[in-house]
Each structure stands twice: as structure tokens, then as C-alpha cells.
T-cell receptor, first 119, second 116 residues
């Protein structure tokens, strides 16, 4: 089974509108972390936002917020007031394992969603 | 520039040749990761170092692949007897165990390998 599923290969949004990028995950660990990264055409992965499994509040970072629904195992990224520079690939990722574990520090990534912001 | 750097940015090689990539992490970061990304996919984990110790290796890392991190600073990833299926972007990332956002990994610009 896929550990990270991003069901939207591509999304379009009008400039200044909000957009939600979907992500569902699968893990049996109680402690895990969820990440969103942006990858512009230049190729570099840019960290956007992090949500810990024990965090009670949804994470927010500027125009980015993470809609974390633990029971549904979803961690959707919401981008408010889209800008042309937001056009990029967006990847959801998960790190499993308890704090203090020396292993399993790797991130497991989904297949990504290509977002195109239209003027 | 104080981010993660990778060298070279692009490498074209013939099948059967050996290639070596270098990654310089952010200076205070003690953890270093290698990932591989093929076209249209998310990055896939290859291996992970904490300081100079290689603590985890993916099954993707065949015996033709070897990674080192001498003295816990920069890291090298070598691929021996390259195959066309090795063509991909090789990404390096680093993170720190204290301070900053927990478990956040900072990525370098990647090395794009093309095997002809």
C-alpha cells in the first residue's frame, strides 16, 4: 500500500484564490511527522510546513496552512491568496518513528501535485 | 550561500562508467540524506548518515552504490558500472537534531545524472 497518496496530478487555480492540495497517509506508528515541500522548475525542494502527529493545532506558515485530520489520515495543504510564483510541484511527505529513534529518519514522499496559478 | 550544495549539477556518462557526486550540508547539520528522484515521481530515500555513521540504507541502494561521509562533514555518493536506469536527479538533504524546526530537511539543488 502507498504510504503517501496524492490523488491530484495537476491543479489549476486563479491568482489570489485559495487552493487545497490533498494528501492522505498510511502508518501504524503513533508518532510521525508530515511535511509539505515545493519543487519549482529549478528542481530544488523547498520546505513549506510541518505537522507533528501529536500537535493539537493545525500548522500555519504565512499563506500556507495544513489541514490535519488525524482520524481520516489526511494532511491537506491550503495555500491562500495564490500567487503566480506558487506554480510548482508540491510534495507531501511523512517521517515515521518515535522521537529519539536513531533509525527511520528518511522521508517518504508522495508522487506530487503540479499546481498552475493562472493570472 | 549557506545552504546545501551539490556538485556537479549535471553529469552525462556512458553506461558502464563510474560516477561520484558530492554533497556539502549546512555546516552545523549532523544528519545527511541522499534521495533519488526520477521524472514525474517524488524523491525516494537512498541512505542516511548521522555524523560519519551510515545508519540506514534503502533496498534501492544496490551494491553498485556506495556512500561515505568521512569526518561527518561532506558526503560522496558513488555509482559503479552505471546503467541507463540510474538516470535520475540525486538529491542531498541535511538536518540538525537540535534547534530549528524538528526533523526539517533542507535540500540541495540536486545532481542530474544522464546515462547514455
Amino acid at each position: 500500500a502507498q504510504k503517501i497518496t496524492q490523488t491530484q496530478p495537476g491543479m489549476f487555480v486563479q491568482e489570489k484564490e485559495a487552493v487545497t492540495l490533498d494528501c492522505t497517509y498510511d502508518t501504524s506508528d503513533q508518532s510521525y511527522g508530515l511535511f509539505w515541500y515545493k519543487q519549482p522548475s529549478s528542481g530544488e525542494m523547498i520546505f513549506l510546513i510541518y505537522q507533528g502527529s501529536y500537535d493539537e493545532q493545525n500548522a500555519t506558515e504565512g499563506r500556507y496552512s495544513l489541514n490535519f485530520q488525524k482520524a481520516r489520515k489526511s494532511a491537506n495543504l491550503v495555500i491562500s491568496a495564490s500567487q503566480l510564483g506558487d506554480s510548482a510541484m508540491y510534495f507531501c511527505a511523512m517521517r515515521e518513528g518515535r522521537k529519539g529513534d536513531t533509525g527511520r529518519r528518511a522521508l517518504t514522499f508522495g508522487s506530487g501535485t503540479r499546481l498552475q496559478v493562472q493570472p | 550561500d549557506t545552504g546545501v550544495s551539490q556538485d556537479p549539477r549535471h553529469k552525462i556518462t556512458k553506461r558502464g562508467q563510474n560516477v561520484t557526486f558530492r554533497c556539502d550540508p549546512i555546516s552545523e547539520h549532523n544528519r545527511l540524506y541522499w534521495y533519488r528522484q526520477t521524472l514525474g515521481q517524488g524523491p525516494e530515500f537512498l541512505t542516511y548518515f548521522q555524523n560519519e555513521a551510515q545508519l540506514e540504507k534503502s533496498r534501492l541502494l544496490s551494491d553498485r552504490f556506495s556512500a561515505e561521509r568521512p569526518k561527518g562533514s561532506f558526503s560522496t555518493l558513488e555509482i559503479q558500472r552505471t546503467e541507463q536506469g540510474d538516470s535520475a536527479m540525486y538529491l542531498c538533504a541535511s538536518s540538525v537534531t537540535r534547534g530549528g524546526k524538528p526533523y526539517e530537511q533542507y535540500f540541495g539543488p540536486g545532481t542530474r545524472l544522464t546515462v547514455t
